[in-house]
């Protein structure tokens, strides 16, 4: 993987939350999911993001992602501000310029694994790069596998799928919801450890929600939420590093 990433901005940041706030419902029944949150995520950098349950992490994913508006603040991905979007733009520019790998995979089961990964390409009408294509599934170690279908291929290798589709657009930032958390142990460390290369050698980059602290360890840096709020970062994280923070921050 010696290519780099399409620089679609020049922000030294890849994603910036100013003062984002998310409050579910109204009066009596209102939940405040996030709660002033500002936070940037460098380029070519690698973020876990860990807390107790209903700390906030997947609210926090989602409104970055442009999946979700908050209800206050503002969302930067590169020099586009996400809250200002109307929805046509949004879906424009979650669809180019942002990677999706959710825990469940999401691939399309009638589809080979070659049409899977290029399908954000044909929804955006834009052509295959069938170098980058080959490079993208050498790398993820299913160049082998093109014509396959997805019941056709472990869960591991789903997932390694679904991280070739996060990356066929070279968007600005891959997001990852619980990536490892329907695999078992070897899989999971190796989705993780292509996450670390997508990094490294393509300099991507990676936001990761996660409960897994061993998961967590291979980001650059994990940022702790709680109650809704940033509670702490820790830069080359450990293990048990991590699972020392989240028994402090309650239980998870
Ligand atoms: N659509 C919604 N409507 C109302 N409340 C919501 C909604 N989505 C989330 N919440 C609430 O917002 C808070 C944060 O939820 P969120 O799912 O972001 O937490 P989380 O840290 O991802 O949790 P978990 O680890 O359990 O997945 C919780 O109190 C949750 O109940």
Redesign the pocket.
Same mark, same amino acid.
């Given at each position: 993987m010696a290519f780099a990433v399409r620089r679609a901005t020049s922000t030294n940041y890849s994603i910036r939350l100013d003062s984002v706030s998310k409050v579910?419902?109204s009066s009596g029944s209102a $939940?405040r999911?996030l709660d002033a949150v500002s936070i940037e995520l460098r380029r070519g950098t690698f973020t876990a993001v860990m =807390?107790?349950? =209903?700390? =906030?992490?997947?609210?926090?994913l989602n409104c970055a992602a442009g999946l979700d508006r908050p209800t206050s603040g503002a969302v930067w991905l590169g020099d586009v501000e996400l809250s200002k979007l109307g929805e046509v733009e949004l879906t424009e520019v979650r669809r180019e310029r942002i990677g999706f790998i959710f825990q469940a995979y999401n691939l399309l089961g009638s589809l080979t694994v070659e049409e899977n990964v290029t399908l954000p390409l044909r929804l955006a009408d834009r052509k295959t790069d069938k170098a980058f294509l080959r490079e993208v599934l050498t790398a993820v170690g299913l160049g082998e596998h093109m014509k396959r279908r997805p019941s056709e291929l472990s869960g591991g290798q789903q997932q390694r799928v679904a991280v070739a589709r996060a990356l066929i657009t070279h968007p600005d930032v891959v997001v990852a919801d619980e990536p490892t958390g329907a695999l078992d142990s070897r899989s999971s460390k190796q989705v993780l450890e292509l996450l670390r290369q997508v990094v490294d050698n393509m300099g991507q980059t990676v936001l990761m $929600?996660t409960?897994d602290p061993v998961a967590a360890s291979h980001a650059d840096s994990v940022v702790f939420?709680a109650d809704?709020r940033l509670a702490g970062e820790m830069t080359r994280p450990t293990p048990d590093q991590v699972a020392a923070r989240m028994t402090h921050l309650g239980e998870w």
């Amino acid at each position: 993987m010696a290519f780099a990433v399409r620089r679609a901005t020049s922000t030294n940041y890849s994603i910036r939350l100013d003062s984002v706030s998310k409050v579910y419902g109204s009066s009596g029944s209102a $939940v405040r999911a996030l709660d002033a949150v500002s936070i940037e995520l460098r380029r070519g950098t690698f973020t876990a993001v860990m =807390g107790p349950s =209903g700390s =906030g992490k997947s609210t926090f994913l989602n409104c970055a992602a442009g999946l979700d508006r908050p209800t206050s603040g503002a969302v930067w991905l590169g020099d586009v501000e996400l809250s200002k979007l109307g929805e046509v733009e949004l879906t424009e520019v979650r669809r180019e310029r942002i990677g999706f790998i959710f825990q469940a995979y999401n691939l399309l089961g009638s589809l080979t694994v070659e049409e899977n990964v290029t399908l954000p390409l044909r929804l955006a009408d834009r052509k295959t790069d069938k170098a980058f294509l080959r490079e993208v599934l050498t790398a993820v170690g299913l160049g082998e596998h093109m014509k396959r279908r997805p019941s056709e291929l472990s869960g591991g290798q789903q997932q390694r799928v679904a991280v070739a589709r996060a990356l066929i657009t070279h968007p600005d930032v891959v997001v990852a919801d619980e990536p490892t958390g329907a695999l078992d142990s070897r899989s999971s460390k190796q989705v993780l450890e292509l996450l670390r290369q997508v990094v490294d050698n393509m300099g991507q980059t990676v936001l990761m $929600v996660t409960h897994d602290p061993v998961a967590a360890s291979h980001a650059d840096s994990v940022v702790f939420l709680a109650d809704g709020r940033l509670a702490g970062e820790m830069t080359r994280p450990t293990p048990d590093q991590v699972a020392a923070r989240m028994t402090h921050l309650g239980e998870w």
